[in-house]
């Protein structure tokens, strides 16, 4: 087996068709087949069923797949290693990280370290977390900021900043003349809430005691629909307070403490533990865990 004919094979899985992987590889439809049937002789089984139109891994083939992944990941690992061994830091960095998280904490992250190192291609894969870690466990992605808790035994996590979860309203709102409120005060008021992800989860843990009280006006998909529509006094929600920042700066929503309760949203640094970083990948870890400071003190302020 060759690195071309394992390539060549991930391709097929990934594509289910002989045709297109062969535009992926740069290769005929016929060589691409003479590749794969020179490794099921090798492997002295079927790696591929071929009905019709459709290509399916075989048992034996979803077996390989899984060893031809980490085959490549270490292959690739090994010419990012050599090539940046005593060399300043150049190539692709493949960072993860949530939408919110990119929006509103890693912008000063990554024009910091832009300027350091002007050579390297930032590449962002942006998902949920639990999509994240797994992009990390398969050597997807380099480094990761994940919203913790993260249970992985193959990952390093650091914690490196805590947001505050704080009540917005806006300045029409009765509440915004308040320093705090609490959760009963909050229900009584419309809910524009997140779909899905951290704070949701948060969020519905708080009020599972007052479900029967709950005006939830919206639930929406995004942080910048939710901030638009508290500023237009459609309601009210929870928000980590580093994302509201710039509005609250314009004066067109304001945070509130919630009375006794103290929500927060914790991000953690997570990178594969038996994996040799490139060298912009260590750059930026010890970019970001310099800049941690700075990202509480952004926290703290915001919350004013």
């Known amino acids: 087996m060759d690195f071309d004919q394992l390539i060549t094979f991930l391709e097929v899985a990934r594509q289910g068709s002989f045709s297109r992987a062969g535009e992926k590889v740069f290769r005929s ?25 459709t290509v399916k891994l075989t048992p034996a083939g979803q077996v390989f797949y899984e060893y031809a992944q980490r085959l490549k990941a270490l292959r690739d690992e090994s010419l990012v290693a050599v090539a940046d061994h005593g060399q300043t830091p150049r190539g692709t960095l493949l960072v993860g990280a949530n939408e919110a998280t990119c929006l509103y904490v890693l912008p000063e992250v990554f024009a910091e370290y832009c300027q350091r190192y002007p050579d390297v291609q930032i590449s962002i894969y942006r998902n949920f977390s639990y999509k994240i870690v797994e992009k990390l466990e398969n050597g997807s992605v380099d480094v990761a900021i994940l919203s913790l808790p993260v249970q992985s035994p193959s990952l390093k996590i650091q914690p490196i900043f805590r947001d505050k979860l704080m009540l917005m309203v806006s300045p029409k709102n009765p509440l915004a003349k308040r320093k705090s409120a609490s959760i009963e005060e909050v229900v009584k008021h419309p809910l524009l809430l997140p779909k899905t992800g951290h704070t949701r989860r948060l969020l519905d843990k708080l009020f599972r005691e007052h479900n029967n009280e709950l005006k939830v006006r919206m639930e929406l998909p995004s942080i910048g629909m939710i901030k638009s529509f508290v500023a237009a006094d459609l309601g009210v929600s929870l928000i980590s307070a580093s994302f509201a920042r710039d509005e609250v700066e314009a004066g067109r929503v304001k945070l509130i403490d919630l009375e006794d309760t103290d929500l927060w949203r914790e991000l953690g640094l997570a990178y594969r533990r038996d994996r040799t970083l490139s060298v912009a990948a260590k750059t930026f870890i010890s970019v970001l865990r310099q800049l941690s400071t700075y990202l509480k003190k952004t926290d703290a302020a915001s919350a004013v």
């Open 29 to 53: 439809q016929s060589a691409v087949s003479a590749q794969i049937r020179q490794l099921e002789q090798e492997y002295g089984d079927r790696l591929l069923d071929r009905s019709g139109k």
